[in-house]
């Protein structure tokens, strides 16, 4: 399996523009989850979803982040404005409610730098 | 306080030494313990896994849980310099599907060959 799959690698963008992270979960996960990580907080869990559908955004840290899951294959994190606080790296990751629960799998993550 | 507590580091050891991880935590009710390495500029990935108190061994690596404690640990012997990452523990006191994970913030080692 070709793993979580996150694009853009890298952005850098004024503050104010729009960002939108892309990501394709591994096949057969049913849940993926948008984290962010920072130096100073760590992995941050922003919002999670099961078969699609939004569970948990409680760690949406303000309306200008937005997520989506359209289908089983594909979820955006949009940030709309941007700001420079928002630099960070932003994962994407999947799982399984298996027998392994617990266990999820990153993508390389997306670097956005806001300027 | 954090719920999970782990050294930052960096912690530098020389290659061929025993790298000793460990992070404590205040909830008595954590049952499931994770270990991810991170390599710079990657996601973290999965090491070890563990449920309740206890040692695992793979390869290289030994995990450890000391739930009287609340104290766990992560040992590498014979480390290489390949070793070299952040490494973070992670732990849920249900069996769900990562949801429920508290990280702690990682410590970063280094090992000189």
């Known amino acids: 399996d070709a793993g979580v799959i996150q694009s853009p690698r890298h952005e850098v963008t004024e503050m104010g523009q729009e960002v939108t992270l892309r990501c394709k979960p591994i096949?057969?996960?049913?849940?993926l989850f948008w984290y962010r990580q920072t130096m100073m907080r760590g992995l941050e869990l922003l919002i999670y979803?099961?078969?699609?559908?939004?569970?948990?955004d409680s760690g949406m840290p303000e309306d200008r982040f937005s997520a989506k899951m359209p289908n089983a294959s594909f979820s955006t994190l949009k940030i709309q404005p941007s700001e420079p606080r928002d630099s960070a790296v932003y994962f994407c990751?999947?799982?399984?409610?298996?027998?392994?629960?617990?266990?999820?799998?990153f993508g390389e993550g997306s670097w956005l730098t806001v300027v | 306080q954090k719920e999970v507590e782990q050294d930052p580091g960096p912690l530098s050891v020389p290659e061929g030494a025993i790298v000793s991880l460990n992070c404590t935590y205040s909830n008595s009710a954590f049952q499931y313990f994770m270990w991810y390495r991170q390599y710079s500029r990657k996601g973290p990935e999965l090491l070890m896994y563990t449920y309740s108190s206890g040692n695992k061994e793979d390869g290289r690596f030994t995990a450890q849980v000391d739930k009287s404690s609340k104290y766990i640990s992560l040992f590498i012997r014979d480390s290489q310099p390949s070793d070299s990452a952040t490494y973070l523990c992670a732990m849920s006191d249900i069996k769900a599907a990562g949801n429920k994970l508290t990280f702690g913030g990682g410590t970063r080692v280094l090992v000189k060959p």
């Open positions: 096949s057969g996960h049913d849940y």
């Open positions: 990751a999947s799982s399984y409610f298996g027998r392994s629960g617990n266990t999820i799998y």
């Open positions: 979803f099961n078969n699609n559908v939004p569970i948990d």
